[in-house]
């Protein structure tokens, strides 16, 4: 705790800024993430269009990711941002309030661009930001800071249409008018997450300190590598782990809701809890790295999520279903600060924007593969059939790390 403490005393203006907007905004998307998906059930649609429209925003995201980074450099790093934020709640307002099946799927292409401009640039923002004493605590740090909204939209936000049900006449819990309400908060955060956006300076462009590689000799590895080939591994990296966790990811609550018989409210619980373990699991990272090495301790995330995530095709008391769950979580999240951190360390500087574009327009489409296919999958086979091929696939992404 000590070394956090130290590190965190160190991160820039800039970066501490940029946390406060990750609090805000992931707030408010953490409450689209809780129940969202539960909203578009108690309008009447099914899983199959569930998993179109999370496909289609992975999409938007994945088609608008290298568009996102000239973007970027046209903008800047902070312009993109704030131009995210604002086509995010231009999107989950319209989601908020429309039910015509066209335009929530158009609505969802918005969001998964908006997506592209905020993940595209926040790498490079993070690293041009941090020196590499500080960096993957600072990747950490955001990280973190994600998780814990999500945990606290979890916990408030599972019981925020019961609490609109009980102050806003004939209305009743679980019904659409009230998710509607609890979703306009999520707007309302998001906007307002745009004022510490405006606030950033430009940034402090540090000078870049290299990657090595083991047995390198010191020597950068974009100077054993070519930068082809070292984009190519995080390409196949992002499709086997993006196809792999978004055939859970975005059916996780509809699954516990209608599989399994659980309320909304336990499902915020899970949420909260998710949220608490995952954080567990970033702060550990940083030791992780330092004792495994990053590669190393990446792999071993990988390889940890998957017996628990073919557990869960077998369990289905709810209870041990939610453990399963949050295991699995739990290994699979101390790989994804190192990941991020490491993906802008083995490329020069002025390859990492376009490294951030290729890796998340990979990790969007296969995501998009992947809510796509859980969707099918989980009407024509059901669930355990989803949860067997996500394991295939984490212990494939596994493979290609080691």
Avoid: C
Avoid at 77 to 98: E, F, P, W, Y
Avoid at 151 to 166: E, H, T
Wanted: glycine content about 10%.
């Amino acid at each position: 705790m000590t070394s956090y403490a130290e590190q965190v005393r160190r991160f820039s203006h800039n970066a501490r800024l940029f946390v406060l907007f990750i609090f805000l905004n992931f707030l408010g998307d953490g409450l689209f993430l809780l129940l969202y998906n539960l909203y578009l059930v108690q309008l009447g649609f099914r899983e199959d269009f569930i998993g179109l429209f999370a496909g289609l925003t992975a999409l938007g995201a994945g088609l608008w990711a290298i568009p996102a980074g000239v973007l970027t450099d046209r903008l800047g790093r902070k312009g993109a941002l704030l131009t995210s934020a604002l086509l995010l709640a231009v999107a989950h307002l319209g989601q908020a309030l429309l039910t015509d099946p066209l335009v929530l799927l158009a609505l969802s292409f918005l969001g998964g661009m908006a997506m592209a401009l905020y993940w595209v640039p926040r790498g490079p923002f993070l690293t041009a930001n941090s020196t590499l004493a500080e960096r993957t605590h600072l990747f950490t740090v955001a990280l973190v800071g994600e998780e814990i909204m999500g945990m606290v939209a979890g916990l408030v936000g599972g019981q925020l249409p019961a609490a609109f049900a009980r102050i806003l006449p004939g209305v009743v819990p679980d019904s659409p008018v009230a998710f509607r309400y609890t979703l306009l908060i999520g707007v309302t955060l998001t906007v307002v997450g745009m004022v510490p956006l405006r606030r950033i300076g430009e940034d402090l462009e540090a000078e870049q300190e290299v990657a090595e590689r083991p047995g390198g000799m010191g020597r950068p590895v974009w100077e054993i590598r070519p930068a082809w080939h070292i984009m190519a591994v995080l390409a196949l990296l992002e499709i086997s782990s993006g196809i792999g966790s978004w055939m859970v990811i975005p059916f996780v609550n509809v699954y516990f809701v209608k599989e399994l018989g659980v309320s909304t409210a336990q499902v915020g619980y899970l949420f909260f809890a998710n949220a608490v373990v995952t954080t567990g699991s970033v702060l550990v990272a940083p030791l992780a790295a330092q004792r495994l090495g990053q590669v190393g301790a990446i792999t071993l995330a990988r390889l940890g999520s998957v017996p628990l995530t073919g557990l869960m095709a077998i369990v289905h008391q709810p209870l041990l279903a939610a453990v399963t769950y949050l295991g699995r979580n739990a290994s699979f999240f101390v790989g994804i600060p190192i990941s991020g951190a490491l993906s802008m360390e083995v490329v020069p500087s002025p390859l990492q924007a376009t490294t951030s574009s290729v890796r998340h327009t990979m990790r969007s489409l296969s995501r998009t593969a992947g809510s796509f296919l859980a969707g099918q999958l989980s009407i024509g086979r059901g669930y355990p059939s989803v949860f067997l091929a996500s394991s295939g696939l984490m212990l494939l992404t596994a493979v290609i790390l080691y």
